[in-house]
């Protein structure tokens, strides 16, 4: 048998990982099994022990591989906003599959066991990740928080992911689930003062007045 390049083996670990998440997502995490990720990746079972020697290897290795990356969490408050209330694409997956896979795998967090024990620690991980955000935001002046930095990042998180799950599940637009998560996250962060960036953007839009001085 040939010898399989990194590049491949790593391309079908990707593949297998992906997998797993639309089974989750699918299925729901108790009825994913290895023949569920098999067939849904087209791959051999020989190909999935390759890689993994378990179901339980597998989906810590699927949710480390959908984590939240700290490069690609903003600094700034409107573009961390504008994120949180994105219904896009993440990773590849379309907006309903990665819902669908959140709340399965919080619902088989709900039970002591194996799976709270490996969801907690990444999730405590994005939660202190995002306060640590809000705090230096808070810290620069941009923006006033109403509560502690990592109570409003799971305010945050609670309310983005809860108005995906109802307006998903009510068939919505896209578009009015984003709007309502927008509104929704000013009112747990206050914004005090815009980036000149914004203000030059606003400017040039026709939305804002450039100020004129106090008569003498």
């Not at 709270?116 to 620690?121: A, E, I, S, T």
């Not at 640590?132 to 609670?158: D, Q, V, Y």
């Not at 000149?196 to 007045?209: F, P, T």
């Amino acid at each position: 048998m040939p010898k399989r390049s990194p590049e491949h083996m790593k391309a079908q670990r990707e593949r297998i990982l992906r997998a797993t998440i639309r089974c989750i997502g699918e299925l729901g995490l108790e009825k994913t099994s290895i023949a569920t990720i098999r067939s849904k990746a087209d791959l051999s079972t020989g190909a999935i022990y390759k890689h993994f020697g378990s179901k339980d290897e597998i989906v810590k290795a699927a949710l480390q591989f959908a984590a939240m990356d700290p490069s690609e969490v903003p600094h700034r408050w409107s573009p961390l906003r504008d994120d949180l209330a994105a219904l896009e694409e993440q990773h590849g997956f379309d907006v309903t599959t990665i819902a669908r896979a959140n709340l399965e795998l919080l619902a088989s967090g709900l039970r002591p066991g194996p799976m709270r024990d490996l969801l907690k620690p990444q999730m405590e991980q994005a939660l202190v990740l995002l306060a640590e955000r809000l705090s230096a935001m808070e810290e620069s002046g941009e923006i006033r928080l109403k509560m502690s930095a990592l109570r409003t990042a799971t305010c945050l998180i609670a309310l983005t992911e809860g108005q995906k799950w109802l307006g998903l599940a009510g068939e919505r637009e896209f578009k009015d689930i984003s709007a309502d998560i927008a509104a929704g996250l000013e009112c747990l962060v206050e914004p005090i003062r815009s980036t000149s960036s914004e203000i030059s953007n606003r400017l040039h839009s026709g939305e804002a007045e450039v100020p004129k001085p106090d008569p003498l």
